[in-house]
């Protein structure tokens, strides 16, 4: 690979960065710079009322402090709303999108199966039109995009061949909330699209979200694959992975060499040295990040 990688970090501001995300933002810049490719910096910010005041500012003062340099500008998910409803426009123009108007206590209850992560499986329920006794109750839409009911396979460069069929595993996915929020999955595939991303490298906890996502991107009439890498979790001594949801503690960043090291343990990554400054960890953590890469099981 060459300059054409392009790989993303795309932290929501929720709250602070914790050791958890920096794995992920260490794995995705190490993999850029092991391929002399460009590393792009993306706010999740769409979803206005679960953004913590100041957080974004602190993960970006984080990020800076600890050295993550990144290329062009950074995007703020809250100010491409015109960019996700000419999406999803195409989409209900070709009827791959569809209102819905189910509560999210009717999808648990209606649901024969559960996702990989444990969601509820949505039953299709308004997929041919709204009951009318659903319609009658609610003025609220949320829009869901019509997932195919066929294999989707990709090979995971971390974890190896992987497949899902959507519309059996996920069911169709909510793009736009019934409160008018942009939803994750159309908001991301969107956005990686205008950016040209080809390789996303991100945790393990996001891996059932790659047959989603790669179904958006074909109805949205991309075929160019992207590279995949799911790099695994950080957990706590109980076992539970690190989260804000979890509480997990910000990174102190006035040390942050030893966030960087941390991180890079957390990935088992042989630095080949013991880096005495930010500068000096930048230098050996893509030559790291390969020997790594090339030492995973086949």
Known sequence: MSGGHVGRFAPSPTGPLHAGSMVAALASRADVLAHGGRWLLRIEDVDGPRAAPGAT????????????????????????????????????????AYPCACTRAEVAREAAR???????VYSGACAHGIAPERAGARAARAWRARMPDRDIAWTDRWRGPQHENPARDTGDVVVKRADGIWAYHLAVVVDDIAAGVTDIVRGADLLHSTARQIALREALGVTAPLRWLHVPLLRDAAGNKLSK????PAVDVRAPLAVLTTAARALGLDLAGEPRTVAAFWTLAPAAWERRLAALPE
Do not use: K, M
């Open 245 to 248: 949801q979890t509480l997990a």
């Open 57 to 96: 500012d602190a993960i970006l003062q984080a990020l800076a402090a600890c050295g993550f340099a990144h290329d062009g500008e950074i995007v703020f998910q809250s100010r491409r709303g015109a960019a996700y409803a000419a999406a999803l426009d195409g989409l209900i123009a070709r009827d791959l």
């Open 114 to 120: 559960r996702t990989a992560d444990g969601e509820a």
